[in-house]
């Protein structure tokens, strides 16, 4: 079993339900959640003319350590929900993306592990921050509160628990 740590977030629909979903969906496939974020509502990013995200983060363990295995099972957890393809930033159904796992660096096709975005993206680091502190990036040398200290935190919301129970 390997630790990853996973994004969600969702702006149509359910937003809530669709965050839970997707973890039930992971754990269905074997995965087991470690450590869940509250859930954050957020501004959109890149692309503005949407509605706001729901986003959350989960460390969970993964079946598998090949980080292509692990891109497969969550895209597939997508296309269950129902998640369409739009364009770059756009609204989604569910989102999920791999962050890291552990110091593992993967650079492929159609995956970079670490997640390219992470610096930058208040909307991982807030929810992040709750679970992963400590988490230094092994290409950059940061840490998650490091990284945090340097995005624009405003108009982010602690909603309610990912989890329930």
């Known amino acids: 079993m390997t630790e990853v740590t996973l994004a969600l977030g969702a ?5 809530l339900w669709a965050l839970r979903t997707a973890v039930e969906h992971l754990t269905a496939q074997g995965w087991r959640v ?3 974020s509250p859930v954050f509502e957020t501004p959109p990013f890149g692309y503005e003319d949407q509605p706001p995200f729901l986003n959350a983060c989960v460390t969970m363990e993964c079946p598998t350590d090949d980080p292509q295995e692990m891109l497969k099972t969550v895209k597939e957890v997508e296309a269950k929900m ?17 962050l890291f796992s552990g110091s593992t660096v993967y650079h492929g ?8 975005g992470i610096p930058q993206r208040a909307f991982v680091l807030v929810p992040l921050s709750h679970i992963e502190p400590n988490w230094v990036h092994p290409e950059t040398g940061e840490s998650v509160m490091g990284m945090l200290e340097k995005v624009d935190t405003r108009g ?10």
């Not at 982010?156 to 129970?165: E, K, W």
């Open 11 to 15: 702006n149509l629909g359910d937003r």
């Open 34 to 36: 470690l450590r869940a």
């Open 82 to 98: 129902g998640r369409m393809e739009r364009f770059r930033n756009g609204p989604r159904e569910i989102d999920i993306d791999i």
């Open 109 to 116: 096709q159609d995956l970079d592990v670490p997640h390219r």
């Open 156 to 165: 982010i919301f602690n909603i309610t628990n990912l989890l329930i129970g």
